[in-house]
Every structure is written in C-alpha cells, then in structure tokens.
C-alpha cells in the first residue's frame, strides 16, 4: 500500500493546531491551516492514501498561489520549512514558515 509519509507531529508544530478531519481518522484526509498577523492565511489539504496535496497561500480573502499536488511520496519538516517530495523526481514544493511564509518550487 502506498500513502504520503510524514511525521504528523512535525505537522502540528508547523501549523501550531490539530487538523480538522475530512471524514473519520482512518480515510487519512486531514485540513492544516495557520494564519499570521499580517493577515496571510496558509492551508494545506492532504489526502494519505490517495498520495495528493493542496497548497493555498492567500492574503484576507484573496488567493495568491494554489496548487495542487499528485504523486506525493513524503513530507519532511526542519522545524522552520516543509519540503513536500513527488515520486519520479517530479517537482518539490518548501513551504516556508518562520520567519515568514514563503513558497518555493525545486526541480523544474
């Protein structure tokens, strides 16, 4: 069986919460968000099993970058940034979060 890995407490200290849970536990669908005081607003949608992710990175009500992400194979965190890990050396996506957020996309 193949599914996203990662380490959800890495993921709790990056976003600061609890995910909010799309269906029961065990579908392995889960809602991340964090929002600063500038009014940026991060979420990330991650369905484990079906090895997708979407990020959206928006300013109060507008969106600013959204993509969404097939073929995940792993999520890594350093504390300060995730590195989200396609299969087949597709594109990798860092999503920044301290000292600010950011967006970056490796292996273009």
Request: net charge negative; hydrophobic share 45%.
């Amino acid at each position: 069986m193949m599914f996203i890995q990662y380490d959800e407490y890495e993921l709790l200290e990056l976003f600061e919460s609890e995910p909010i849970l799309i269906a029961e536990k065990e579908a392995g669908m889960f809602i991340y968000s964090l929002s600063n005081a500038l009014g940026f607003k991060l979420v990330m949608s991650l369905s484990v099993y079906e090895n997708q992710c979407n990020v959206s990175l928006s300013y109060v009500d507008d969106i600013i970058f959204d993509i969404q992400l097939s073929n995940v194979k792993s999520m890594k965190s350093d504390g300060k940034q995730i590195r989200i890990n396609r299969k087949e050396n597709k594109i990798d996506v860092i999503i920044g979060f301290k000292p600010n957020f950011s967006l970056r996309i490796d292996n273009i």
